[in-house]
């Protein structure tokens, strides 16, 4: 069954530094979503992506963080300063166009020291 | 403020217990309510719902939307040790091209052998 992966797993970076986070969505799918979710908190919507530029973005999504994806399968999160309260998991959604349901990645654990 | 509500927050029974999860919302641009099962990591997605009244099912799992009253409902029954894990309720909301998720905080299903 075709399914969203994301890479790394977990990532420790120090405060200030960029990071990139990584996602391949399920092949067919043209929708996009970065979430993420702080320890013990609720999933929060960062960005939603189609046609190749931003439908949505939340509050959270800041000049410092940005998306791309840069050729036809990967979909990358970049956060250009990190600061520590940027730990969090970060989870990439895809979903197809007809149906509406999005497909969790497993997730990348940031940890900002 | 889109809000989405859980309850309960935290709900520990035996094998074989039936149990019904309750998820509230009050959003603007309402497009489809989904269930997903949280593990260790990525939420997996159990139903989309998108009109009132129709109950969906999968196995043990069935699920059913009030738009009126605005709440959704999540039954499982017979419940085993391995449906232990959070529920997340999540309203899809805003235009096609973004259909962002609004979480719930999650119910803790604990269920003991």
């Known amino acids: 069954e075709p399914e969203v992966t994301q890479t790394p797993s977990h990532q420790v970076t120090q405060m200030g530094q960029e990071v990139i986070l990584r996602c391949v969505p399920i092949s067919n799918h043209l929708y996009f979503y970065w979430y993420r979710q702080i320890l013990g908190q609720k999933v929060e919507f960062l960005v939603s992506f189609y046609n190749n530029e931003i439908s949505e973005k939340s509050e959270i999504f800041d000049d410092q963080f940005s998306v791309e994806r840069p050729d036809g399968s990967n979909f990358t999160l970049k956060i250009r300063s990190t600061k520590l309260e940027d730990s969090a998991m970060y989870f990439c959604?895809?979903?197809?166009?007809?149906?509406?349901?999005?497909?969790f990645g497993p997730g990348t654990r940031l940890t900002v020291t | 403020e889109d809000k989405v509500v859980q309850s309960p927050l935290s709900l520990v029974v035996h094998e074989g217990d039936t149990v019904t999860l309750n998820c509230s919302y009050e959003v603007t641009n309402f497009r489809s309510l989904l269930w997903y099962k949280q593990e260790k990591k990525a939420p997996t997605f159990l139903f989309m719902l998108t009109s009132s009244g129709i109950e969906k099912k999968s196995g043990r799992l069935s699920s059913i939307l009030d738009k009126k009253e605005l709440f959704s409902i999540l039954n499982i029954t017979a419940t085993q040790t391995g449906d232990s894990a959070v529920y997340l309720c999540?309203?899809?909301?805003?235009?096609?091209?973004?259909?962002?998720?609004?979480f719930g905080e999650g119910t803790q299903l604990t269920v003991n052998p």
């Open positions: 959604a895809s979903r197809g166009s007809y149906r509406h349901e999005q497909y």
């Open positions: 999540a309203v899809g909301l805003g235009k096609t091209s973004g259909s962002r998720l609004t």
